[in-house]
């Protein structure tokens, strides 16, 4: 009998400790629930990650770069191969300028963040040793896009404004311009491409 009386307060004693535990456990499961969910929706690809289907394919680029805002610009030609990565989450876009003297290379990517809900770029070429990094919106119809951004002078060292400026149609045909601070806080173009789809 004693030693049944002792089982039982165990088992009690043990219930007791384990109460607290317990009701623990579900508030942070309950807890947990949400950053779940919020992770869940962060990393899972949807509808804005579909606009981008367009900018896959292969392309022939007529390129334009303006070394000064007055002068004509250098025109030049390029091919385009873009391609989605890391299951459809984001598009690789890479570029080979033709001119076989001192060519001009690029690779950029652009996705669509869930979180911040803004697409975003990232674009490193040739021809600086820096990483461009622009974020924006598309309208809602789908066919132009503006993403702002910063990138480092080359005189003065410090960040300056960059603009991606996107014209798109649903082929995958694309108008594609870098706009740069000039002298005050005038915007002018430095660099225009114009996509069009091949493959």
């Not at 598309?138 to 960040?159: C, I, Q, R, Y």
């Not at 108008?175 to 005050?184: I, N, P």
Request: contains cysteine; glycine residues 8%; hydrophobic residues 40%.
């Amino acid at each position: 009998m004693k030693l049944l009386n002792r089982t039982a307060g165990i088992l009690a004693a043990a219930l007791c400790l384990a109460l607290p535990v317990t009701a623990q456990s579900a508030d942070k499961a309950a807890n947990d629930a949400p950053m779940a969910k919020a992770l869940q929706n962060a990393m899972t690809p949807g509808e804005a990650h579909k606009k981008l289907g367009f900018m896959v394919g292969t392309f022939s680029v007529k390129m334009k770069i303006w070394v000064t805002p007055a002068a004509a610009p250098e025109e030049t030609t390029a091919a385009s191969v873009c391609a989605w990565v890391l299951g459809e989450r984001y598009v690789q876009c890479m570029l080979s300028e033709n001119t076989p003297n001192a060519p001009f290379n690029g690779t950029g990517y652009i996705a669509y963040d869930n979180a911040s809900k803004n697409y975003q770029a990232a674009w490193m070429d040739t021809g600086s040793t820096g990483i461009t990094l622009y974020t924006g919106k598309m309208d809602a119809t789908g066919k132009t896009a503006l993403l702002k951004g910063t990138a480092s002078n080359p005189v003065t060292g410090k960040p300056s404004p960059v603009e991606l400026r996107m014209s798109l149609e649903p082929d995958g045909n694309r108008l594609t311009q870098v706009w740069g601070q000039g002298k005050g806080s005038k915007m002018v173009k430095l660099m225009e491409l114009e996509y069009t789809k091949t493959k």
